[in-house]
């Protein structure tokens, strides 16, 4: 970072869902958050499930979110850096938004160093242990196979089964998460069995919908970014330290 710029994360906006004018009201506020963080950001983390739904055809993408899009090109052309992190609801991302934001997509996980910390980027499904049946649906679903499958298919019909498949989501009907005992958290269980081989000061995930900020011990911290439906939850670094912030604009 130069020049005291900051370095933003944010998880699970979920566009699309539970109902248009929802979605277009969590929209605009996501477009609010976006202006006031484009003067002082050097670097954007977009950490999985954006959209509810995405899928890249050839020659056409879901419609909507064009506000959202437009003010991301607009911190694009002013120089942030922008990196996308394919979540569970939206990993068949391919080169449209490479193309048109500049923007870098990552598959799994990321690791980096800003400042003399190092961060453990992912979105977080499919890690730690448990949940053997979408560790297996996320294998099926990343399968090259399973996306010329799908891209046979008309957009208008699948699309069209994706956004009904959507609305059963827990994002999309309104379902709180709660927080468990740090054993039973699998993302907190992850992050300690990681330290044991490599150090990291920062594990930042999404995916879990919970704002969370856990000491994990020996200098490193556990963040979760929380989701957009209900908590409005982003993280910041700045001054060599990640903080937890709510957008309440």
């Known amino acids: 970072m130069v020049n005291n710029k900051k370095i933003y994360f944010a998880s699970d906006f979920h566009l699309g869902?539970?109902?248009?004018?929802?979605?277009?009201?969590?929209?605009?506020?996501?477009v609010r958050w976006l202006d006031s963080i484009?003067?002082?950001?050097?670097?954007?983390?977009?950490?999985?499930?954006?959209?509810?739904?995405?899928?890249?055809?050839?020659?056409?993408?879901?419609?909507?979110?064009?506000?959202?899009?437009?003010?991301?090109?607009?911190?694009?052309?002013?120089?942030?850096?922008?990196?996308?992190?394919?979540g569970n609801h939206d990993m068949w991302m391919f080169g449209y938004l490479e193309k048109e934001l500049g923007a870098t997509i990552?598959?799994?996980?990321?690791?980096?160093?800003?400042?003399?910390?190092?961060?453990?980027?992912?979105h977080g499904d499919g890690l730690g242990p448990g949940d053997a049946k979408y560790k297996f649906l996320k294998k099926f679903f990343r399968s090259q196979f399973c996306q010329w499958l799908f891209?046979?298919?008309?957009?208008?019909?699948?699309?069209?089964?994706?956004?009904r498949w959507s609305k059963n989501s827990r994002i999309a009907n309104g379902k709180k998460e709660w927080r468990k005992e740090a054993e039973q958290e699998w993302l907190i269980v992850y992050s300690k069995e990681m330290?044991?081989?490599?150090?990291?000061?920062?594990?930042?995930?999404?995916?879990?919908?919970?704002?969370?900020?856990?000491?994990?011990?020996?200098?490193?911290?556990?963040?979760?970014?929380?989701?957009?439906v209900n908590y409005n939850t982003y993280a910041v670094f700045e001054e060599e330290k990640v903080i937890l912030k709510t957008f309440e604009a």
């Open 17 to 30: 869902v539970p109902t248009y004018e929802k979605s277009r009201e969590r929209e605009n506020r996501l």
């Open 151 to 163: 891209a046979r298919l008309h957009p208008n019909l699948g699309i069209g089964l994706a956004l």
């Open 38 to 86: 484009k003067q002082d950001a050097s670097e954007l983390y977009l950490m999985g499930d954006i959209f509810d739904f995405w899928f890249e055809y050839a020659t056409a993408v879901p419609k909507g979110f064009v506000r959202f899009l437009g003010k991301l090109a607009e911190l694009s052309d002013m120089g942030v850096k922008i990196t996308f992190f394919k």
């Open 195 to 228: 330290l044991k081989n490599q150090h990291f000061d920062y594990f930042i995930f999404g995916h879990r919908h919970l704002p969370l900020d856990i000491d994990l011990g020996n200098n490193s911290r556990y963040i979760n970014l929380g989701e957009w």
């Open 106 to 122: 990552i598959s799994n996980e990321l690791i980096i160093e800003r400042n003399g910390k190092r961060f453990y980027l992912h």
